[in-house]
C-alpha cells in the first residue's frame, strides 16, 4: 500500500487537544507550532469525506494537573470544539485517564470495529490516523496498542506536538528530538507508517 493511501473507512483519532496544554509554565517549551493547523485540515477532510473521527479527552486526576476533569484545561481547544459534531460520518467521544485512548470510555476498539465499520469481515482490524497531543506520550502509546492490535497505523508526525522533557541521569531532550525518536521507534520497529499531513490529505481525497 503507498503511504498517501487512505482507507474509506480509515478512523482519524484525535488525541488531547485541549486547552491545558497551552499552559507553558506546566510543560515548558513545545514544538511544530503548526500542529493545530494540520489537525483541524484533517479533521475537516474526514468530516467531508464521510469517515469516522474519534476525539480523545485526556480527564486527569492529578492534583495540579491543567488537565484535570473540571477545570477549564480540560476542555478540547477551539480549534477541535467548534468542529465537533460538525461531520456527516460517524463521531465518537472517548475520555481517558491513561496514556493509550484504548483504555478510555467507551471501548475504542469495539466502536473502531463496529460502529465505524473499522473491522475486515474476518475479524482484522481497520486503519486509523493518529494526530493530536503529546507525540511521544498519548500518541505514541496509542499507536504502539494500535499496531499489537492489528490495525494498519498512520501517524502524521506534523499533526502533533510535544514537549522538552528531563529523565534519569540528568538526560535532557528537547521536544524536536522526541519527536524524532518517536518517530524512528514506531516506523522503524513496524507500529505505525510515519507520514506527513499533506501525505494523509493527498490520500483521504473525496471517493
Known amino acids: 500500500m503507498d503511504i498517501t493511501e487512505i482507507d474509506e473507512n480509515a478512523a482519524l483519532v484525535v488525541i488531547d487537544v485541549q486547552k491545558g496544554f497551552d499552559d507553558e509554565g506546566f510543560w515548558g517549551r513545545r514544538d511544530n507550532p503548526a500542529a ?36 477549564a484545561g480540560n476542555a478540547f481547544k477551539d480549534v477541535v470544539e467548534e468542529r465537533r459534531g460538525k461531520g456527516t460520518g460517524p463521531e ?35 486503519q486509523i490516523v493518529i494526530v493530536g497531543i503529546q507525540t511521544n506520550m498519548c500518541n505514541e502509546t496509542t499507536a504502539r496498542m494500535a499496531g499489537n492490535l492489528g490495525y494498519d497505523v498512520v501517524f502524521p508526525i506534523d499533526a502533533m506536538h510535544t514537549f522538552d522533557l528531563a ?36 490520500g483521504a481525497a473525496a471517493y
Open 92 to 126: 465518537l467521544l472517548v475520555t481517558k485517564s491513561v496514556n493509550s485512548a484504548f483504555y478510555g470510555e467507551p471501548d475504542l476498539d469495539a466502536w473502531l470495529r463496529e460502529a465505524a465499520r473499522g473491522g475486515a469481515a474476518d475479524g482484522r482490524r481497520g
Open 36 to 71: 493545530e493547523e494540520n489537525i483541524a485540515a484533517l479533521i475537516d477532510r474526514w468530516q467531508e469525506t464521510g469517515r469516522p473521527v474519534v476525539f480523545v479527552r485526556h480527564d486527569s486526576s492529578r492534583e495540579g494537573s491543567p488537565l484535570r476533569t473540571g477545570s
Open 167 to 202: 529523565g534519569p541521569f540528568g538526560w535532557e531532550r528537547s521536544a524536536e528530538e522526541l519527536t524524532r525518536a518517536t518517530a524512528v521507534s514506531l516506523h522503524g520497529g513496524a507500529f505505525a507508517r510515519v507520514v506527513s499531513t499533506q501525505d494523509v490529505l493527498k
